[in-house]
């Protein structure tokens, strides 16, 4: 499936051929049994694709519709007589001395789910035409995962760099660099800086990882609210991850 | 199935053929509670694998109506539902699958077809599967692509690259390898 290819049948399926297009397509589709089977699975793949995120979505509203049910206030019940003051302080106190007990692992716990969820973002810039060797060079130790080199090259192309996208990128990039590495500030500074600038270049990639920060540093009321900033937008790119990942969450509390 | 019931189903296929959220959120809420509660008795599940179980049947029902597969029912909504969950469970119990997505579910529900249709049924399988276990810069850029309409200009500004020639070249790629694995599964 070469990207003319894809783009002829992206065409043909959107009407967008012409008449003499049209006819050398079908007239193709007779004589080519492999260009066949390309537009056969293109259709295949694309109705694939449309049907899995349909279905996700759906999914994801009924998680949506138990929440609003289960916030609803419940009936209240006057009845504190001594064996139901028994029975709802059994379960607080034992929920609590779980939470003491298990305080000593909340740091494995954060550790986990962060390996679980944590993927160095892509280099999705290194095709940006740009002259600037030491950014080209960085990207080159990321994309090596020579992180320490990463963080020294971003470090000479920020005391330089003027132009904002190419900041934006820089600093997006040594977030990655160390996070990747475990330096936890310097890559919350980093994504804050870049989630804050009006630029709107890597501002949901980098919401997701600032919650991923969180996370690895078990601060937990930072995650709380990062995630529901996150999945104030249901268009939010990391909508998805977020939502698995505040499952992930409740079931450890 | 009574008139009243013929009724009520033609009102839903009606409706969720327009495609109306709030009446999908109050037909869900409908069948929820005698769904989980049926089943965490008796197949004693707890509550939130019972959920999972009622979320993975309406997900079914629904769009077996929206896409046209399921155009008349010879039993009540609520019937067909616990149908479904049975099947499901049965096959769960008899450990030959884990059920994970609507594929999954009505490739046994639709068992009875699988004969005319095995091939087409067996090839959303896998693209089913082969779609699940896509990771990013492809997910997004397919998703927001093929799913949510997003032109190439606009993917190409959220996600960081600065051509759109490079979105292209990157959906390009990522449809080949689906398209590789694809090949490679059913051969």
């Known amino acids: 499936m070469t990207m003319e290819h894809n783009e002829l049948i992206e065409a043909y399926f959107k009407n967008e051929l012409s008449a003499e297009e049209l006819k050398s397509f079908q007239e193709r589709l007779k004589s080519e049994m492999e260009f066949a089977a390309e537009v056969e699975d293109y259709q295949l793949i694309t109705e694939g694709i449309k049907q899995v995120s349909e279905e996700t979505d759906l999914l994801e509203k009924m998680k949506t519709w138990d929440e609003e049910v289960s916030a609803k206030p419940q009936r209240t019940i006057f009845l504190f007589t001594p064996i139901r003051i028994a029975a709802v302080l059994a379960p607080i106190i034992l929920v609590s001395a779980f939470i003491i007990y ?69 600093r997006f990039y040594q977030a990655m660099a160390y996070l990747s590495n475990g330096n936890l500030d310097n890559s919350e500074t980093l994504l804050n800086a870049v989630v804050a600038a009006k630029n709107p270049l890597f501002r949901e990639v980098s919401e997701w990882y600032l919650l991923l920060v969180y ?17 104030t937008n249901s268009d939010h790119l990391y909508y998805q991850q977020a939502r698995l990942l505040k499952e992930d969450l409740d079931k450890r509390e | 199935m009574n008139k009243k019931q013929e009724a009520l189903f033609e009102e839903v296929v009606r409706q969720i053929g327009s495609g109306d959220e709030g009446f999908a959120k109050q037909l869900y809420q409908q069948y929820k509670d005698r769904f989980v509660s049926w089943f965490m008795k008796q197949y004693k599940l707890n509550q939130q694998e019972g959920l999972e179980l009622y979320h993975r049947c309406f997900l079914v029902f629904y769009y077996q109506v929206k896409r046209s597969k399921l155009t008349a029912l010879s039993s009540s909504i609520e019937t067909y539902l ?58 997004s850029i397919l998703t927001l692509y093929y799913f949510r309409n997003f032109s190439l200009e606009s993917i190409a500004n959220r996600l960081g690259y600065q051509s759109v020639g490079a979105v292209k070249k990157k959906k390009s790629l990522c449809l080949k390898n689906i398209r590789k694995q694809l090949k490679n599964e059913i051969d």
């Open chain 1, 102 to 170: 298990n305080s000593s692992n909340v740091s494995s716990d954060g550790q986990d789910l962060f390996e679980t969820y944590f993927i160095p973002y892509d280099d999705v810039v290194s095709n940006r035409s740009n002259d600037d060797t030491d950014f080209r060079m960085a990207m080159s130790a990321y994309n090596s995962k020579d992180y320490n080199k990463t963080v020294q090259l971003f470090d000479k192309v920020l005391e330089t760099e003027q132009d904002t996208e190419q900041v934006i990128i820089a």
């Open chain 1, 215 to 231: 996370i690895k540093g078990n601060q937990n009321d930072e995650a709380d609210r990062q995630i529901a900033q996150i999945l």
């Open chain 2, 82 to 139: 616990f149908g479904i969950g049975k099947k499901l469970m049965m096959k769960e119990q008899a450990k030959e699958r884990i059920f994970q997505d609507l594929a999954d579910a009505e490739l046994v529900l639709a068992n009875h077809d699988i004969t005319d249709q095995e091939d087409q049924f067996h090839q959303q399988l896998i693209v089913r599967q082969i779609l699940k276990n896509v990771t990013d810069p492809c997910k």
